[in-house]
């Protein structure tokens, strides 16, 4: 039998996805899965409905042309909808955690406002054990919070097989707490965590049908991730609907379980510990690579902190001072100006730029009076195939002034000179005077 699917204000390219806006034509519970993004939904009452004094919006049924009781209507419909189609269709409703947004109230005559925000159209459910109970949506919190250190728990589900397909590409902006602080995992599944433990994925089971949360996927095309979620739809109504271990199972051993559970515990200590190692190496990676920004990276917020790593690594003191570095040596001061572009070459802004730095300290009497231009001009190119970096006139005008013209290979050789075996005092000065010492560009004969 084919699956029906619905996506909800979600962009999602595939041939067996029907496609509808939350205020549209189509029935939750005609379909077998729905996605949905519920972020949408609140645009149709802050495009309508001015703040109030408070900052609230407000909308009183009796004089807006029936506009508050239409909205209430609907979210009565997509709630029954809803239901039906996880308690009585058994099937699956896939929602992209959002923040709750900003909600309206709908004043009553007499009686109490009514609030809806983005979530008024989920369906509650109450679950119950000994000790503990989850009441769904009635005590959820969905905080908003933004971040991309993304932790799955290893489930098994078909769901965080989707998060997994895409890591590196999701990024949450709200995390699911519970306003009793019910541990969700006597109830519900965490499909996947924060650093720090806040939900951003969750299973929640209704009877036989479930509600999954997920956090959002950036950057990937629609028609690959709607594959992904037909395909996580299809598995997950093959598996056993969620049943909490109640506390005295572990009365009731099989034979060769205390062995098996031995073994579980000590790979699962082993997995950690073996985590924990790929974490450190990657970080120690990150670290003694991060000079390689020199070759290809741009900008106040990448090039040029690799700029000022690379002249930490040479011994130099290296302090920010707005759009430029100042340099501390033995061997004498600076002040760098650094530039990367797609262009061919480098223009005249950056050196004048550098030369009013310059002038500045020298007529203030205090700071370096040395200056060095940093250029990466073809950035995207090979750095050993790449033609003259730097305009014509920022030649002349270094040569001109005393300003040591650095191509950000040239630097990046300088790096990996110092950074071979072990680094002595006077081979580093050694390095840092023929920087600052040199007038106009900085040849390769100089660096060797």
């Known amino acids: 039998m084919e699956t029906r699917h619905l996506a909800i204000d979600w962009n999602l390219d595939h041939p067996a996805i029907h496609r509808d806006p939350f205020f549209g034509r189509f029935s939750f519970s005609a379909f077998d899965a729905v996605f949905i993004d519920p972020e949408p939904i609140s645009r149709h009452w802050t495009a309508e409905v001015a703040t109030?004094?408070?900052?609230?919006?407000?909308?009183?049924?009796?004089?807006?042309?029936?506009?508050?009781?239409?909205?209430?209507?609907?979210?009565?419909?997509?709630?029954?909808?809803?239901?039906?189609?996880?308690?009585?269709?058994?099937?699956?409703?896939?929602?992209?955690?959002?923040?709750?947004?900003?909600?309206?109230?709908?004043?009553?005559?007499?009686?109490?406002?009514?609030?809806?925000?983005r979530?008024?159209?989920?369906?509650?459910?109450?679950?119950?054990?000994r000790h503990h109970q989850l009441s769904f949506p009635t005590n959820g919190r969905f905080l908003p919070r933004r971040g991309e250190d993304i932790v799955l728990a290893g489930t098994g589900s078909p769901f965080e097989d989707y998060l997994r397909e895409f890591e590196g590409h999701i990024v949450y902006d709200a995390v699911y707490q519970d306003l009793l602080s019910t541990p969700i995992e006597r109830f519900a599944t965490g499909l996947a965590r924060n650093?720090?433990?806040?939900?951003?994925?969750?299973?929640?089971?209704?009877?036989?049908?479930?509600?999954?949360?997920?956090?959002?996927?950036?950057g990937i095309p629609p028609a690959r991730e709607a594959s992904s979620l037909v395909?996580?739809?299809?598995?997950?109504?093959?598996?056993?609907?969620?049943?909490?271990?109640?506390?005295?199972?572990?009365?009731?051993?099989?034979?060769?379980?205390?062995?098996l559970v031995d073994e579980l515990t000590g790979l699962t200590e082993r997995r950690d510990a073996l985590a924990l190692k790929v974490e450190e190496t990657a970080k120690k990676l990150e670290e003694k690579t991060r000079y390689k920004l020199l070759l290809y990276a741009k900008g106040r917020f990448s090039f040029l902190p690799a700029v000022a790593d690379s002249f930490r690594a040479l011994g130099f003191d290296v302090t920010e001072s707005g759009p430029e570095l100042v340099l501390q040596s033995p061997e004498g001061d600076a002040i760098v100006a650094a530039e990367a572009t797609e262009e061919t070459q480098v223009g005249l802004a950056p050196y004048r730029r550098l030369r009013e730095a310059v002038d500045r300290a020298i007529t203030d009497g205090e700071g370096p009076h040395k200056g060095i231009l940093v250029?990466?001009?073809s950035r995207g190119l090979d750095p050993k195939h790449r033609p003259t970096e730097y305009a014509p006139g920022v030649l002349r005008g270094c040569e001109a002034q005393?300003?040591?013209?650095?191509?950000s290979y040239r630097l990046f050789k300088l790096v990996q000179q110092a950074l071979k075996g072990p680094r002595s005092k006077k081979s580093l000065a050694d390095l840092r005077r023929l920087i600052l010492e040199c007038d106009g560009e900085l040849r390769d004969a100089e660096s060797r």
């Not at 609907?241 to 009365?251: G, H, M, Q, R, T």
């Not at 005393?402 to 191509?407: A, D, H, K, Q, V």
């Open 231 to 259: 395909e996580a739809a299809r598995k997950e109504a093959f598996r056993p609907a969620f049943a909490p271990i109640p506390d005295w199972l572990p009365s009731y051993p099989l034979p060769g379980e205390d062995e």
């Open 375 to 377: 250029v990466s001009g």
């Open 195 to 218: 650093r720090v433990g806040d939900i951003v994925a969750l299973e929640i089971p209704f009877d036989e049908g479930r509600l999954i949360l997920v956090p959002v996927v950036q």
């Open 52 to 117: 109030g004094g408070d900052g609230i919006r407000r909308t009183d049924p009796e004089r807006d042309r029936g506009f508050g009781r239409t909205l209430k209507a609907w979210m009565q419909r997509r709630r029954a909808e809803a239901d039906d189609l996880l308690k009585r269709g058994g099937g699956i409703i896939v929602c992209r955690l959002r923040p709750r947004g900003e909600p309206l109230e709908i004043l009553s005559s007499g009686g109490v406002p009514e609030r809806v925000d």
């Open 119 to 129: 979530y008024s159209w989920l369906p509650s459910i109450t679950l119950v054990d």
């Open 402 to 407: 005393g300003i040591c013209l650095l191509t």
